[in-house]
T-cell receptor, first 112, second 113 residues
Framework: KQEVTQIPAALSVPEGENLVLNCSFT??????LQWFRQDPGKGLTSLLL?????REQTSGRLNASLDKSSGRSTLYIAASQPGDSATYLC???????????FGTGTRLTIIP | KAGVTQTPRYLIKTRGQQVTLSCSPI?????VSWYQQTPGQGLQFLFE???????NKGNFPGRFSGRQFSNSRSEMNVSTLELGDSALYLC????????????FGAGTRLSVL
C-alpha cells in the first residue's frame, strides 16, 4: 500500500526567498507523480506532472524533481510571492492502480 | 474550454438522508475520479469511472456509489448519511486516466447534521 509523507507540514518564509517542499513515498513502482496546490476551501490545481522516466519538470518558477529509487520528489519554488501561499500536495500513481495517493500536504505561507 | 464543474457547491443534509452529487468533466475527457477530503483523513480516493464502467474503487462502504453516463458526466450517491460523511467531495477528470494530468473541480462541501 502506497504511503505518502510531506515534510514540513507547514512553512512560513519571507517573500522573495527560494524554497523546497519535500514528498516521500513508500512504493517506488510509480507511473507518475503530480504536484498540486489547494487554496482554502477550493479544489486542486495541477502544477506539474512528472512521468516515472523523467527526473525533472519545470513550469515557470516551479521545478519538480523525482528520484524514484529513493522514493522522493521535491518541489522547488523560486522567488516566492504572497500569491504562492497555499497548501501543496504531491500524489504518485502506481502501476495497475488508477488512483492518486495524496500526502497530507505542506501549508505554505509567504510573508510580504 | 470549460473546466470541471461540480454541483451543487454546498449541501446540508441530516443523518439518514441520501445525497447525489454531480460532476461534469472537461469536454472530451472520459475518465472521472471522485475523492473525499476531510481534516482528519486528508484526500482519499472513492472510485474512478471510464467509459461508463467503474474501473477502480477505494476502501469506502457500500453506501458510497457512483455512475457515469454516456456523455461522461458522473454522479456519486451516498445513502444513509452519517455525521462522518461531512467532507469536501472533489471530482477530477482526465482524457484517459491517471496517465494524464488530473483536472479537479471546485468540489461540493457536504455538511451532515
Amino acid at each position: 500500500k502506497q504511503e505518502v509523507t510531506q515534510i514540513p507540514a507547514a512553512l512560513s518564509v519571507p517573500e522573495g526567498e527560494n524554497l523546497v517542499l519535500n514528498c516521500s513515498f513508500t512504493d517506488s513502482a510509480i507511473y507518475n507523480l503530480q504536484w498540486f496546490r489547494q487554496d482554502p476551501g477550493k479544489g486542486l490545481t495541477s502544477l506539474l506532472l512528472i512521468q516515472s522516466s523523467q527526473r525533472e519538470q519545470t513550469s515557470g518558477r516551479l521545478n519538480a524533481s523525482l528520484d524514484k529509487s529513493s522514493g522522493r520528489s521535491t518541489l522547488y519554488i523560486a522567488a516566492s510571492q504572497p500569491g504562492d501561499s497555499a497548501t501543496y500536495l504531491c500524489a504518485p500513481t502506481n502501476f495497475g492502480n488508477e488512483k492518486l495517493t495524496f500526502g497530507t500536504g505542506t501549508r505554505l505561507t509567504i510573508i510580504p | 474550454k470549460a473546466g470541471v464543474t461540480q454541483t451543487p457547491r454546498y449541501l446540508i443534509k441530516t443523518r439518514g438522508q441520501q445525497v447525489t452529487l454531480s460532476c461534469s468533466p472537461i469536454s472530451g475527457h472520459r475518465s472521472v475520479s471522485w475523492y473525499q477530503q476531510t481534516p482528519g483523513q486528508g484526500l482519499q480516493f472513492l472510485f474512478e469511472y471510464f467509459s461508463e464502467t467503474q474501473r477502480n474503487k477505494g476502501n469506502f462502504p457500500g453506501r458510497f456509489s457512483g455512475r457515469q453516463f454516456s456523455n461522461s458526466r458522473s454522479e456519486m450517491n451516498v445513502s444513509t448519511l452519517e455525521l462522518g460523511d461531512s467532507a469536501l467531495y472533489l471530482c477530477a477528470s482526465s482524457p484517459t486516466g491517471t496517465q494524464n494530468i488530473q483536472y479537479f473541480g471546485a468540489g461540493t462541501r457536504l455538511s451532515v447534521l
